[in-house]
């Protein structure tokens, strides 16, 4: 096992493909494309310290009572972990998983997993503790907590047009726990979390230069130089096979996919609300023009640019982005890089509308009064940011700067 405690270390760029030469006692960026490849040393203590206080306030944010609302006297009151049991009560047992999965369980794993690595990180030799830095690393990108809070926000603004809102612990906890956690996003980026390379030294001439060119591929997860012919990171264990230059067709097909997924997602309902016996179909759209009409205009901008704007735009930018990859030579890696990198992080916010029907459906059950279902379109649309965020992670950045062979 070549680990050494030397802080000199080799890393080759995930997103550009270049070898850069790091300390770990130093905050560093690749020097090309200036993606972060390791953090200076934080303190351990304090962020086991924040792990601890945002477990602790996951418990008022799921067992409290999140929000209330009531109309005429008559009333309803909702927890947090109300948003996924009401989807499953209404047969959407799929968008229930995926707003429990994305909004609780993720987070709450990737919390006590950062902890375990933190607090035995002697131990990250041995194969689980590696296993489990690789893990967080993956479940980081499917959190949205972040935005199901915004979610919240926004359907409690739908709302307090007819009905009166009135907030609970739970959501003072909640917004406390999505602060914790995006802090603790952040330190766990900068905790040097790997041994150095003690063979570093061999790749020093290398350095500025690309790793395909040199016959060595560079680890997606721990940035470690890898020969060719290595099934697995030698540091890590990631299986390599996702290092491989180009993939363009899984992009693609993911891509094409998304696309189909949203025809249904737009056309369908994405609610239906049952006031005083008359039921009212909602699409998308529909749900724009109802908030634009009754003057929420800020929020009726927010959801359009998130429901419709984003996905296409990220549909067509990927699909574009992934035809530059393709031809010779993309005669501006920087700005191609910088577009996916916009597109990459602005995507997951298109799921606020799955959140707003989430919260909807479990909070506006007044019987004869009102009541709101979720449609077949919440499935359809969360498909479609879903397969968009599979095609983003499955495009290869480093073809910008690949040289393509020559027919
Ligand atoms: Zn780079
Ligand atoms: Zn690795």
């Not at 067992?63 to 009401?86: A, N």
Request: glycine share 6%; aromatic share 10%.
């Amino acid at each position: 096992m070549r680990v050494t405690s030397n802080l000199d270390d080799v890393r080759v760029c995930p997103d550009c493909d270049q070898i850069n030469w790091v300390n770990d006692r130093a905050s560093s960026r690749c020097q090309r494309c200036g993606h972060f490849l390791g953090g200076h040393t934080l303190s351990v203590s304090h962020t086991i310290a924040l792990i601890i206080a945002a477990l602790i306030l996951l418990i008022p944010a799921t067992e409290m009572t999140f929000v209330g609302y009531s109309v005429s006297g008559q009333g309803q009151q909702m927890t947090l972990l109300d948003s996924s049991r009401k989807l499953a009560a209404f047969h959407e047992q799929w968008l229930a998983i995926v707003v429990l999965l994305s909004v609780v369980v993720l987070p709450a794993l990737f919390l006590l997993a950062s902890a375990t690595i933190l607090m035995w990180r002697e131990r990250v030799n041995y194969r689980f503790g590696r296993w489990l830095v690789r893990a967080i690393k993956y479940i980081r990108v499917w959190m949205m907590a972040d935005v199901f809070l915004i979610g919240a926000l926004i359907s409690f603004i739908k709302l307090a047009g007819y009905a009166t809102i009135e907030f609970g612990y739970g959501v003072v906890a909640f917004a406390g726990f999505v602060s914790l956690l995006l802090l603790v996003v952040e330190r766990m980026k900068r905790h040097p979390l790997w041994p150095a390379d003690e063979e570093a030294s061999n790749y020093r001439n290398m350095v500025g230069q690309s790793a395909h060119e040199h016959h060595v591929v560079g680890c997606p997860v721990c940035y470690a130089a890898n020969q060719p012919t290595h099934a697995e990171c030698w540091r890590c264990h990631e299986p390599l096979w996702t290092a491989r230059l180009g993939r363009t067709s899984l992009t693609f097909a993911l891509l094409l996919a998304a696309a189909l997924m949203l025809i249904p997602a737009q056309l369908l309902p994405i609610m239906e609300t049952v006031a005083l016996g008359s039921a009212q179909p909602q699409t998308i759209v529909g749900g724009v023009l109802s908030l634009w009409q009754s003057g929420d205009i800020p929020i009726a901008i927010i959801v359009f640019v998130a429901s419709l704007v984003i996905p296409i735009a990220k549909i067509l930018i990927l699909a574009t982005l992934a035809i530059l990859a393709q031809q010779d030579t993309s005669k501006r890696p920087k700005s191609a890089l910088w577009l996916y990198r916009v597109t990459d992080w602005i995507g997951r916010w298109s799921m606020i509308d799955i959140f707003v029907v989430a919260v909807l459906v479990a909070l506006v059950r007044n019987g004869a009064l009102m009541s709101v279902y979720p449609g077949h379109a919440a499935i359809a649309f969360a498909s479609t940011v879903i397969l968009t965020m599979l095609a983003a992670m499955s495009f290869d950045t480093r073809q910008f700067w690949a040289r393509k062979p020559t027919e």
